[in-house]
């Protein structure tokens, strides 16, 4: 249904959304909030006027992820992984502290969509083991925090200063995660296994939860980086 409102919804310009937003004004995060969401339908065409690409979906060429312990080592490498279903997101909460360059939203996803190919390399007590394949994590009535901040440095100034994106997964109502050659190509096993993680999946994506906020967070700082590496905020959002 809500796919539909926003197909449905006649398509503001992108500058008209942000008319309104003053940064002087008490209702700042509100009217950006609002923004955002009017603005969705360009997550899949980019705007090009303002040199920024399509985001849905977004793509990530390479994300890693490292755990060392005394004990347990692994090494997880997602390649070519995408992410949909940013254009049926909402904004439910957005809020600013720019004296700190640091802007907090919350966003509630009807249903999210990840894939690509992994690679895994581990060392658990001496033990190893190496295997890779492909996976897709399907996420349905999701609820995110995005938290961004500059990092500033003595020789920076905010214009060109670099990116943190750091994710805190909420809640799911429901997922489905298959993930193949997960045991080294034992068919009948990893069959029983997916029926498991996808019969069982709360407690699975308690566990996933570090995870998707650490590989997701490390995209998401290259994405925005790349993508706002010279974006004009001062000409979109008056003072």
Excluded at 43 to 55: A, E, H, I, M, S
């Amino acid at each position: 249904m809500l796919s539909l409102l926003v197909k449905a919804q006649p398509q503001i310009s992108f500058e008209a959304a942000f008319a309104n937003c003053r940064r002087s004004s008490p209702d700042f995060d509100s009217c950006i909030k609002n923004a955002l969401n009017t603005v969705r339908p360009y997550f899949k065409t980019g705007v090009p006027d303002w040199n920024l690409p399509p985001f849905d979906p977004f793509f990530a060429e390479e994300v890693v992820q490292h755990l060392g312990t005394p004990s347990i080592h692994y090494d997880l490498k997602l390649i070519n992984a995408t992410e949909a279903g940013w254009t049926e997101s909402m904004v439910t909460d957005f809020r600013t502290d720019l004296k700190n360059n640091l802007v907090k939203y919350t966003q509630y996803f009807p249903a999210k969509f990840l894939k690509g190919i992994y690679e895994f390399n581990a060392s658990i007590y001496g033990h190893r083991i190496a295997t890779s394949g492909y996976w897709s994590l399907d996420l349905y009535g999701f609820v995110q925090t995005t938290i961004i901040t500059r990092q500033m440095g003595n020789d920076t100034s905010v214009g060109n200063a670099p990116l943190k994106v750091t994710i805190n997964v909420h809640r799911t109502k429901n997922m489905t995660l298959h993930i193949s050659n997960l045991l080294g190509g034992l068919k009948e096993l990893e069959v029983l296994l997916d029926k498991i993680i996808n019969t069982a999946w709360p407690p699975g994506f308690y566990l996933l939860k570090p995870i998707v906020n650490d590989l997701v967070g490390t995209a998401f700082t290259g994405i925005f980086n790349k993508a706002f590496e010279n974006f004009q905020f001062d000409q979109l959002i008056n003072y």
